[in-house]
């Protein structure tokens, strides 16, 4: 996985970037009627139900907008809101506060979005000892953002791209010439890189479960696409030889079956790009 500097870079990256997309040489609305000397006040304001995420990147982007401004935060990241909610009062120079307006709002109503969704599924897997995981069907541009927010609605993150773990999908496998070969290829680059990656590898059936066990020196067997009573099966057969994994196409509706399989992790891409943004508002404090 990777570490928090290099998740603090990539959050550092997705203000400075999105800044520059909606800012450009100046917010000539803003500067066209306001004052630079103006100051004022505006409140987060909830107009819809879940969990709220965010405030803690909002605080970022204030402080690269202009670091004078201050926050006074009412509701913390992960708290259950609802209609009327008041997340949060910014106070600064007014032309700072719409500089930073559609950025936070943009971002705050995505990432309320996938905490919430991540939640109903923490709750669903309540006492299953099952654990809800992301996946890289991410926006991209801002995924630091999206997994930040599963994070915050409880969920676990799966690796954060390409580079942190080694997961060899149906893909590399039919490419590479079989599982067995797959695998083996894998433990030779590791060795030969000097890289010490975690290896996961996607079964697409029973059979495929016995060749990855044979070769061994696995941390996670996904068991993609298969049935509740094969899911089973493929528990048993793994055993305490490495983590197991569930995917493909759970929901709400069959995530606690899954579970009730005994898989340690159940991963599903619905947490980040089948969400509807949460509405919520910037609003001027007279």
């Known amino acids: 996985m990777i570490s928090q500097d290099q998740f603090n870079t990539e959050i550092d990256l997705i203000i400075a970037n999105a800044i520059r997309e909606d800012v450009g040489d100046g917010d000539h609305s803003s500067l066209a009627c306001i004052p630079a000397s103006a100051q004022g006040k505006a409140k987060l304001l909830v107009k819809d139900e879940?969990?709220?995420?965010?405030?803690?990147?909002?605080?970022k982007v204030f402080a690269y907008v202009d670091n004078a401004m201050t926050i006074e935060t009412l509701i913390e990241d992960g708290s259950p809101v609802k209609y009327g909610d008041i997340v949060f009062y910014v106070e600064g120079a007014s032309q700072s506060i719409l500089k930073a307006e559609r950025l936070v709002l943009n971002a705050m109503q995505r990432m309320s979005a996938i905490a919430t969704k991540t939640r109903q599924f923490v709750d669903l897997l309540e006492g299953t000892g099952t654990k809800i995981l992301d996946t890289r069907k991410t926006t991209p541009g801002i995924r630091a953002l999206e997994k930040w927010a599963v994070k915050i609605g409880g969920g676990e993150n799966h690796r954060f791209?390409?580079?942190d773990m080694i997961m060899l999908k149906d893909n590399h496998i039919d490419f590479a010439g079989g599982v067995a070969k797959?695998?083996?290829?894998?433990?030779?680059?590791?060795?030969?890189t000097n890289r010490d990656l975690k290896i996961i590898v996607e079964a697409r059936d029973l059979q495929e479960i016995k060749e990855i066990l044979n070769e061994g020196g696995v941390y996670r067997i996904l068991i993609d696409n298969f049935n509740y009573e094969d899911t089973r099966k493929a528990v048993a057969l793994i055993g305490d030889q490495c983590l197991?994994?569930?995917s493909g196409g759970i929901n709400e509706h069959t995530v606690r079956h899954y579970a009730e399989c005994g898989v340690d992790y159940i991963s599903s891409g619905a947490l980040?790009?089948?969400?509807?943004?949460?509405?919520?508002?910037l609003k001027a404090v007279e």
């Not at 797959?182 to 030969?192: G, P, V």
């Open 272 to 281: 980040t790009h089948s969400v509807y943004n949460k509405d919520l508002s």
């Open 50 to 59: 879940g969990i709220i995420a965010g405030v803690e990147f909002a605080k």
């Open 244 to 246: 197991t994994e569930s």
């Open 161 to 163: 791209a390409l580079y």
């Open 182 to 192: 797959s695998i083996q290829l894998t433990k030779q680059y590791l060795k030969d």
